[in-house]
């Protein structure tokens, strides 16, 4: 594809579009890569799967609590006791044991020392990551789809309108020369009323055109996340059929390049890593535990006085954890994670032959448009000189009003079909290179 400038206001007078900004493809696929809402929302994924890493790291550094409490002891427990330390044997007394008040404080350090299920948790949250930036990229490519294929029909669309606008503007003078004739008894009634017809037929199809082009840009500044009253022009021209044989085009073809593929990846490896960290819960834990802390009993609400005393105290705490039976719940989920592995693995055979059906697809709609653009930009050749010459025969008097209408919507038929199919090129050339997994790298070197 050339890259020039194409600037549409030269072509179109609409009021709808203001000059503005200008873009090139890959200038609008940049844009959206910042404003797109859907690519900004897989960007946060991706931080927020970054963050998920980061968590799992922290359990395996210590973990320090710290607490308080205090007690108002507003009815202390009685105990009976026996008499005889009162030296009334035979009897009981009854006796409160404790303070009113009582406080305590600890600080606990806990710190994991061997836990097998803490790498694969943390490979899990990695492969989460991978599938968050894969996702993104995913976004990002079917953002660029939707762009590059608005883009190219909305310069497709500037082309047949200025097109349709010069026909129409010949075709008005047209129907004055006509209408002059007439008046001089040179021409008939229904010669007029012919010409007048095929002018108000190009002038609907010319009001369509413009409502076709509006709606189009603004599909594309709504794919770009761009406000719909921004002005914008579009920079790059019309791509000339390209001359790399199919062949060519489709020999760098990998289907690691695809992201949906890469996905299915992912996914297999984020069920294996369920699958290890599952068989790792058979093994033994085991942690520390520190815990320092001090508390005190008063008769009254003093704890900030610092003649009083506050009694320390501390534990150190090792403790070993052994799985011994848990109702083979573990040994059924390492089960259904093989059996998850298997349909995993089938899945992705079959996107492979999905993926290879979709490609020779997208390469036979692509060599039949290369096909049919060559057709008809000959047939758009031949009606333009059959219109060109009955519009001179009209004038000279040879060919009659029937002969030009009959020429100027065949020549507009022509041009019709020649846009038509050349915007079928563009999406097939879109199509196969996104068939391919390669449209970010084919968009970014245009």
């Not at 350090?109 to 968050?132: C, Y």
């Not at 790399?244 to 073809?253: C, H, N, R, V, Y």
């Not at 294996?272 to 068989?279: C, G, I, L």
């Not at 059906?357 to 653009?373: G, H």
């Amino acid at each position: 594809m050339k890259k020039k400038s194409f600037v549409l206001i030269a072509l179109c007078t609409l009021p709808l579009l203001a000059f503005g900004e200008g873009f090139s493809l890959k200038q609008c696929i940049d844009y959206a890569n910042k404003a797109n809402a859907n690519i900004v929302n897989a960007n946060y994924d991706v931080e927020i799967a970054g963050r998920k890493v980061k968590e799992q790291i922290g359990t395996i550094l210590p973990q320090i609590d710290g607490s308080a409490s205090y007690t108002d002891n507003l009815l202390l427990t009685t105990t009976l006791l026996p008499g005889e330390i009162i030296n009334k044997p035979g009897t009981m007394v009854a006796v409160q044991f404790g303070t009113k008040h009582s406080m305590n404080g600890v600080v606990q350090l806990t710190q994991k020392l061997f836990d097998p299920t803490f790498s694969l948790v943390l490979k899990a949250t990695k492969i989460s990551e991978d599938q968050a930036q894969q996702s993104l990229k995913m976004t990002k490519e079917q953002s660029a789809y939707s762009i590059s294929v608005t883009y190219f029909q909305t310069l497709v669309i500037a082309k047949q309108l200025s097109t349709l606008r010069s026909t129409l503007n010949t075709s008005g003078k047209q129907l004055e020369s006509t209408e002059l004739k007439y008046k001089a008894g040179m021409a008939k009634q229904i010669d007029v009323d012919k010409i007048r017809v095929s002018y108000n037929n190009l002038k609907s199809q010319v009001q369509q055109s413009e409502l076709n082009y509006a709606q189009s840009f603004n599909n594309l500044r709504f794919y770009m996340g761009m406000p719909v009253e921004s002005g914008i022009v579009l920079t790059d021209t019309v791509m000339n059929v390209d001359n790399q044989t199919l062949e060519a085009l489709i020999s760098d073809f990998n289907i690691e390049n695809r992201s949906d593929f890469q996905l299915q990846k992912i996914a297999l490896k984020a069920i294996e890593a369920d699958k290890d960290r599952n068989k790792a819960g058979y093994l033994p834990t085991f942690n520390l535990s520190a815990n320092l802390g001090a508390n005190a009993m008063r008769q009254q609400f003093n704890f900030l006085d610092t003649s009083e005393k506050w009694y320390p105290n501390s534990q150190l705490i090792f403790s070993l954890r052994v799985p011994i039976f848990d109702g083979l719940q573990r040994l059924q989920r390492i089960a259904q994670a093989n059996l998850n592995i298997e349909k995993s693995k089938v899945k992705m055979e079959q996107s492979k032959q999905s993926i290879q059906v979709d490609l020779s697809n997208y390469e036979n709609q692509y060599r039949t448009a290369v096909n049919n653009i060559r057709n008809e930009k000959e047939n758009l050749a031949l009606s333009e000189s059959v219109y060109k010459n009955t519009q001179l025969q009209y004038q000279q008097g040879v060919a009659t009003s029937l002969d030009l209408v009959q020429a100027e919507s065949s020549y507009n038929e022509s041009t019709n079909n020649y846009f038509a199919k050349l915007l079928n090129l563009y999406i097939a050339r879109i199509n196969l290179e996104q068939g391919k997994g390669n449209l970010l790298n084919y968009t970014n070197n245009k």
